[in-house]
């Protein structure tokens, strides 16, 4: 595979947090949060752009509604070819992200130590679409152009292969929550009380069928990022969430 693939802090640490971006995200957009993530939690951390995003080759016209369960695969080349997969390894998933990270802990869990997502769907509920539906409009109007500086030319191909397969036929009864009863290992779900692409459902739904402990943790004031907008208080937790997980294990 060619894609572009980053490591970020300490790499003599005993644990390593791979980062999935969101549907319309890359390296690059996760700003400094990664670094500065790894920096508190004292981690290792792997970020890179899924193919055809940011500096990643790839071609995603055509794209079918297991889009999802090919991007867990890929997760699982890099793991497996990573240099640093003898490290306990966290998956951090936003949105597509966090489904990614769900579906690989649902078939792959054994080769992972926990996960974090943030704003994940694990079925289609009408906020999301929308959602979808007004972010076409706003790209019509040219607000989406600032995703050329990520992605290049390829901006547009990236934000119709997430805008259209949502808004199709095919992906209306798509669901991910019969595989989350396979999922076994510790999990952080994290979730901005006025995600507009989503509801706490989404949320309910994890921490009531995965088998793993699960720990709920819902942001007042915030929407679909919080990374972005509630940035401190997502590290604090995730830092407290991770120490006891360690003194737990």
Not at 100 to 121: M, Q, S, V, W
Request: net charge negative; aromatic share 10%; hydrophobic share 35%.
């Amino acid at each position: 595979m060619q894609l572009n693939v980053k490591y970020i802090g300490d790499p003599s640490s005993n644990r390593l947090i791979i980062f999935l971006h969101e549907g319309l995200g890359s390296v690059k957009q996760w700003k400094n949060f990664p670094n500065s993530l790894c920096d508190k939690t004292n981690s290792y951390g792997l970020v890179y752009d899924r193919k055809g995003y940011g500096e990643s080759l790839g071609d995603l016209t055509h794209r079918q509604a297991n889009y999802l369960h090919l991007a867990a695969e890929e997760l699982f080349e890099i793991i497996s070819t990573s240099k640093h997969n003898d490290k306990p390894i966290y998956l951090y998933g936003h949105s597509d992200g966090g489904s990614i990270a769900l579906i690989f802990a649902a078939k792959y869990g054994h080769r992972i130590k926990g996960i974090i997502t943030e704003a994940a769907h694990v079925f289609v509920e009408d906020i999301t679409i929308a959602g979808v539906k007004e972010a076409r409009d706003l790209f019509d109007l040219g607000k989406f152009e600032g995703l050329k500086k990520y992605h290049g030319n390829q901006y547009h191909q990236v934000f119709f292969a997430w805008n259209d397969i949502w808004l199709s036929e095919e992906f209306k009864n798509w669901e991910i929550i019969s595989l989350l009863e396979k999922i076994d290992v510790p999990n952080l779900i994290i979730q901005g009380k006025n995600d507009q692409y989503g509801t706490e459902e989404q949320v309910n739904l994890i921490i009531e069928k995965t088998k793993g402990v699960s720990t709920k943790l819902i942001l007042e004031n915030c929407g679909h990022a919080p990374h972005k907008e509630s940035q401190k208080e997502v590290i604090s937790e995730i830092k407290k969430w991770m120490d006891d997980e360690r003194s737990s294990s």
